[in-house]
């Protein structure tokens, strides 16, 4: 896994991040924790969980319409049975924005259940970068309050965005952590863009990505490329795949950065197929 090895994955402002969620917390009533439904677990923040222990919490299966629907169920069930609200929703399109209003219509009830003078509920929403927060608020308040992109770590500073309700939202910064226990988690953190393409071997990446489709999901992976079979070595694959396309460079060379572009941006858009990479627990 040296792909991922040496790599900063703590830069200072996901530092300021860490102590604004913790001096924020007492603040707001509920935390809405934004997660990629492809990458569940290596997209849930161990430290942010750390922090928001103890608040009621909404988990958003972001992403939603990329992921294996089966598995969606399954994820959404596990989150639930640990005692958190769950929606499987896509920030982009909407989709399950309405369904997070009426939960949060009920936490505002029970607020003010019994109070002379009602206050707003007052919400922090958190997350890894690229996961879909800035999306998510975008929706909640109708208008381009937070900035969005497809590239990780767009969103700065600290904001308090008032909604069309008059509830009150705090959006903090996407934050990694120190150090990976498991390679694998940065490896689906990088498979999905959370981290900056420009500090990765796109290459490489791909390639990762498709031995890892070729164990877990063969049939999209032959279908969307057109494969006639699963070669035992990825590489293999993916000098077939730069065929099929046409990647091919002067004196018949293999375009493996062309190719392995292709592939990132296909499985990040959904053209392969619906996957989730882990499996619910």
């Not at 922090?51 to 909404?58: A, H």
């Amino acid at each position: 896994m040296a792909l991922i090895e040496n790599i900063n994955w703590y830069p200072g402002h996901m530092k300021k991040t860490r102590e604004l969620i913790a001096a924020n917390l007492k603040l707001v009533d509920l935390v809405i924790e934004v997660i990629d439904a492809r990458i569940p677990s290596s997209s849930r923040n161990p430290i942010i969980d750390e922090l928001v222990k103890g608040k009621k919490r909404i988990i958003v299966l972001n992403k939603s319409d990329l992921s294996d629907k089966t598995e969606n169920e399954k994820w959404a069930e596990y989150f639930r049975a640990q005692g958190n609200s769950v929606l499987a929703m896509n920030c982009m399109t909407g989709t399950g924005v309405n369904q997070l209003y009426k939960l949060l219509n009920k936490e505002q009830e029970i607020k003010n259940s019994g109070q002379l003078r009602n206050k707003p509920l007052r919400m922090m929403i958190v997350g890894v970068p690229n996961v879909g927060k800035s999306s998510l608020i975008n929706r909640m308040t109708g208008k381009k309050s937070a900035q969005t992109g497809d590239r990780p770590g767009v969103t700065r500073g600290k904001q308090w965005l008032a909604l069309k309700n008059g509830m009150q939202l705090l959006d903090t910064p996407g934050i990694l952590w120190p150090k990976f226990e498991d390679p694998n988690v940065g490896l689906n953190l990088a498979f999905c863009g959370s981290i900056k393409d420009e500090i990765m071997d796109t290459a490489s990446l791909a390639l990762e990505l498709i031995s890892v489709l070729a164990e877990k999901y063969p049939k999209l992976l032959m279908d969307r490329y057109k494969l006639d079979e699963i070669l035992e070595q990825p590489l293999d694959n993916m000098e077939e795949i730069a065929r099929k396309r046409g990647f091919i460079l002067p004196g018949k060379r293999i375009d493996y950065e062309r190719c392995g572009r292709t592939v990132l941006d296909e499985f990040r858009s959904g053209k392969i197929g619906n996957i989730t990479l882990e499996p619910s627990k």
